[in-house]
């Protein structure tokens, strides 16, 4: 498959948890990366491989996977944590990146 | 610490050819590690990958713009180029050169992007 679904708005009280999926069939073999974008800002790491964080994320971010589904979870969500989220890994073949159509995180 | 720059015309005329070249400061563009590549993100929009460098030349391209795109990489200048063909106005997007560990999709450094627009 060569797609990665994510839906498109989700909301979450302040200092709730919030869970973000991404699906695709290639999530099966591939880890799946996530990245935080905020308006005018370019993306930026925030979970990669099994579940880590580059430096300099709080460890309120972390990321699941199981089957075709890969999460990242925001225990605690705090108003800085509104943005856009996308999440990204390899194609099938394994010589392409695919990425996912991003979900708007709303902190209430 | 690693930078990533973009510099290129910020306004194409649509069927010219879109060029655009990331200067990569604080690290070694040879390295065995790591892809070079482009991202692009037209307003209002999610991002696309367009494709792949590594520094010895193979390269690996979106297959969706396969027959439009040319990355190049200049070792000696640290650089890396974005030629995209025949453009329209469905280029016009930010475009970001990018960072991407070898053998996985994870991207870790980004460049502040660059708007191209395509219009007469």
């Known amino acids: 498959s060569s797609e990665l679904t994510q839906d498109p708005a989700v909301s979450v009280a302040l200092g709730q948890t919030v869970r973000i999926t991404c699906q695709g069939d290639?999530?099966?073999?591939?880890?799946a990366s996530w990245y935080q974008q905020k308006p005018g800002q370019a993306p930026v790491l925030v979970i990669y491989g099994k579940n880590n964080r580059p430096s300099g994320i709080p460890d309120r971010f972390s990321g699941s996977s199981s089957g075709n589904t890969a999460s990242l979870t925001i225990t605690g969500a705090q108003a800085e944590d509104e943005a856009d989220y996308y999440c990204?890994?390899?194609?099938?073949?394994?010589?392409?990146?695919?990425f996912g159509g991003g979900t708007k995180l709303t902190v209430l | 610490q690693l930078q990533l720059q973009e510099s290129g015309p910020g306004l194409v005329k649509p069927s010219e050819t879109l060029s655009l070249t990331c200067t990569v400061s604080g690290g070694s563009i040879s390295s065995s590690s790591f892809y070079w590549g482009w991202i692009r993100q037209p307003p209002g929009k999610g991002l696309e990958w367009i494709g792949s460098?590594?520094?010895?030349?193979?390269?690996y391209y979106n297959p969706s713009l396969k027959s439009r795109v040319t990355i190049s990489v200049d070792t000696s200048k640290n650089q890396f180029s974005l030629k995209l063909s025949s453009v329209t106005a469905a280029d016009t997007a930010v475009y970001y050169c990018?960072?991407?560990?070898?053998?996985?999709?994870?991207?870790?450094?980004w460049g502040q992007g660059t708007l191209v627009t395509v219009s007469s």
């Open positions: 990018t960072r991407r560990k070898y053998d996985t999709a994870m991207v870790n450094y």
């Open positions: 460098i590594y520094y010895s030349g193979s390269t």
């Open positions: 290639s999530l099966r073999t591939y880890y």
């Open positions: 990204n890994s390899r194609d099938s073949s394994g010589n392409h990146v695919l």
